[in-house]
């Protein structure tokens, strides 16, 4: 309809001035002549320009009057030749249009307005309000100053209002071509695929939404992180136990048992089971002698270090409790140089914020060998951070109980602007290394990030919680895009 329209329009005039008033004429409805050239605008049958103009628009109230009359009028209606008491007067209209309708009257001199008594002063008059809002309701250009008293009055808002300027484009044609979409057995027997015209194609069109699961941003980072460990020739540890005991969480990384993360407000600790059922006898008695008077080296920390503490069962507060089981089990046999990796899950009592969840994930790397030096640890955070696209790092000597030397690891963020804090690293402890039976010359170097980090920073997410948890909009899982590390994300 409308395509017809326009096309045959075109073919005997110039130009399509005003798309708004070419609907108007021909009775169709401008948003679907503002489609049908923007279609054919698409394949240069027409060319469109914009056109935008402010127009004027009836309000709610405005609207109102255009059938009730305006108040002044209503207010003058209502008037008998005699008068009429203010109270009657005003039960008559109602206070709203009362208020309107006696400013209005009284401003255009049409009733004489007692103390008691309103009465008429004119014989006739005219609502000019009504027939103004009449005429912008039909499109009808009015003089500014009565644009002005309508404005001032909120009868009329103006709204931008937009459409095209139509001219011939450079494939018009008076009606659209059939353009065809596939070559078919038939067109190749017939021979008609000669005359054929194909319809191009369009490498700008979005595909069809795919009907089907989608990954969790979260889940794509974690695969991308998986490949590069194992590129580096890391295997991963097993990390399907969610609960822990306080002993390989905390004892076994020589974290004393007085240490504040150990307390309830940090860690959520198990009702039931609320205590580990078995721990490997002998290291338990060297973990607690390095805790009460040290060795190897150490003074150890000369506490009275209890059993009931270390049975306690908890939600693992890092992937490092993983870790201490891995390199036990790893102490026992003949030393040999190992490379362990592991991405899961962690549990903290913490109170949430836009930056913090009390579960989140850990990304964790270890390197087991004989003479590794910190140099080592600086050397292969560079190459793994290099991997995840961040080459500028920076290390701040740090603390953790289990580490020493400890860094904290900073990354230069080229959108932020500013060098952001991405992980931890350190050299096992002696304390924590000999008493699981590692040889005197083994040197584990280590460190962990969160998953959620850098998840954020790539999808551009500020607010964990709108990444992770029952917050979460579907909509983000489903559209999300596809991660490639290492790769400048593109700004969309
Ligand atoms: N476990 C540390 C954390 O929770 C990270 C870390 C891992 C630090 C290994 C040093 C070595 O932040």
Redesign the pocket.
């Known amino acids: 309809m409308a395509e017809e329209a326009i096309l045959g329009y075109l073919e005997k005039n110039p130009e399509i001035s005003d798309s708004g008033r070419f609907a108007d004429e021909f009775g169709l409805d401008h948003n679907e002549v503002v489609n049908v050239i923007k279609s054919l605008n698409g394949f240069r049958y027409v060319d469109a320009e914009d056109i935008k103009m402010e127009k004027w628009v009836l309000t709610n109230e405005g609207e109102t009057y255009t059938a009730t009359g305006s108040p002044e009028m209503q207010l003058f209606l209502a008037i008998p030749p005699e008068g009429i008491p203010r109270e009657e007067l005003q039960k008559k209209l109602g206070p709203s249009i009362f208020k309107i309708g006696c400013a209005q009257a009284a401003k255009n001199k049409w009733v004489e307005m007692g103390k008691q008594m309103i009465s008429r002063k004119v014989h006739h008059v005219e609502d000019k309000v009504k027939n103004l809002l009449l005429q912008i309701k039909d499109g009808k250009e009015i003089y500014d100053e009565d644009v002005k008293a309508l404005k001032a009055r909120k009868l009329i808002v103006s709204q931008t209002w937009k459409g095209y300027l139509v001219r011939r484009g450079s494939n018009y044609a008076p009606r659209r071509k059939k353009v065809a979409t596939d070559l078919t057995r038939e067109n190749l027997q017939r021979g008609d695929w000669r005359e054929l015209e194909f319809k191009e194609y369009n490498f700008n069109a979005k595909g069809q939404p795919l009907l089907c699961g989608h990954l969790h941003p979260l889940l794509k980072v974690r695969q991308q992180i998986k490949n590069i460990f194992r590129q580096m020739g890391f295997e991963e540890m097993p990390t399907n136990n969610y609960v822990e005991s306080s002993f390989w969480n905390f004892d076994a990384l020589f974290q004393p048992q007085q240490h504040p993360a150990r307390d309830a407000h940090d860690t959520f600790f198990l009702k039931a089971p609320s205590t580990t059922r078995e721990l490997p006898e002998d290291y338990v008695e060297r973990v607690k002698q390095v805790h009460e008077t040290g060795g190897y080296g150490s003074k150890g920390y000369g506490y009275n270090w209890k059993r009931e503490e270390a049975n306690k069962n908890l939600l693992r ?4 409790a993983v ?1 201490s089981r891995m390199l036990y089990m790893l102490a026992q046999k003949p030393f040999a140089p190992k490379k362990y990796f592991s991405i899961d899950r ?1 549990f903290r009592n913490e109170a949430v914020d836009r930056t913090h969840l009390a579960e989140f994930h ?1 990304i ?3 390197i087991c060998g004989q003479g590794l030096t910190l140099g080592d640890l600086i050397g292969v955070l560079y190459d793994f951070f290099s991997r995840l696209g961040m080459s500028k790092l920076r290390f701040k000597p740090a603390y ?1 109980p ?2 020493e030397p ?1 860094m904290e690891i900073f990354s230069y963020h080229e959108g932020f602007k500013k060098w952001v804090e991405v ?4 050299m ?1 402890r002696p304390e924590m290394l000999l008493p699981m039976g590692f040889p005197e010359d083994a040197r584990i ?6 998953l959620e980090r850098p998840t954020m920073i790539m999808y551009g997410v500020d607010n964990i919680r709108d990444l992770f948890g029952h917050k979460v909009d579907l909509s983000l899982v489903k559209k999300n895009p596809i991660c490639r590390l290492g790769i400048e994300a593109r700004s969309e």
């Open positions: 507060t890092h992937t490092t870790t962690v850990q964790e790397g270890l953790n289990y580490t400890s992980g931890n690293s350190g096992f170097i280590a460190w962990g990030l969160s």
